[in-house]
């Protein structure tokens, strides 16, 4: 178990779920994870933010996503965020090394700042500069996050775009016989990418959770409406891990012995 207090610029320090029925992801997920949720209200007239946490922490979040969304046929979809320094000076460089703008840069009250974006493949993620909030406080405990992926097909423009925007190091590995793309920023390992995409899920990043039991979570979400996208899969050294979408079609990972 390790609490999180900081994050250094380039690290993955958040994630949350836009969804279109909050009510369904907080039981799916509570069960699935073995977290517990509670909701903020962000002020009058304005929809909750439903925090999940584990051993008392926070560690991600679920939000009714907006009638724009779903004019725009927003798919549901768990966004990280990334830790900055300045938001405005991040959303200024990705911009200009080919990433498409979703929302500008906001101020969230005195947690901080933050900006949605997608990177030159179409994947979408968030960038955090830390007010009062730098990240979850927790990982490495089951209903935590423990791991994001890249999942796209053009993995030569992602690396490039990674290192410029972020300073990532792209590395490649052999994991159980298969070869994987890992992410460096210094000496630490901050997250991967997969050789071959999942044509059906589009450019996106997978966030993976941590699970006291793959094949059990596997089987809850199964229960409760949800997918496997790919069934539960041993990686030497790691445990088991599987990909699953949600009854409303977000995608995620589960990481577990």
Known sequence: MTVRRS??????????????DVASAKKFYTAVFGCTVTDFSPGPGKDPYSVLRAKGKS??????MTAADKKKKTKPAWIPYVSVKSVARSFAKAKALGAKVVDSPVKIDDAGRMAFLKDPTGAEFAIWQPGSTAGAELEDVPGSVNWHDLNTKKTKTAGSFYAKFLGWKIVEQDFSGNKYFAFR??????CGM????????????????????????????????????????AVK???????????????????GK
């Open 59 to 64: 560690v991600g979040a679920l939000y009714p």
């Open 7 to 20: 994050y250094k610029p380039g690290e993955f320090c958040w994630t949350d779920l836009g969804t279109t």
């Open 194 to 233: 997969w050789p071959e995409s999942f044509s059906k899920l589009g450019p996106c990043w997978i966030t993976h959770w941590k699970v006291a039991d793959c094949a059990r979570a596997v089987a809850t979400a199964k229960r409760l409406g949800g997918r496997a996208l790919m069934g539960t899969t």
């Open 185 to 190: 920023l210094g000496k630490e390992m901050v």
């Open 237 to 255: 050294g790691m445990g088991h891990f599987a990909i699953l979408a949600d009854p409303q079609g977000a995608a995620f990972g589960v990481i």
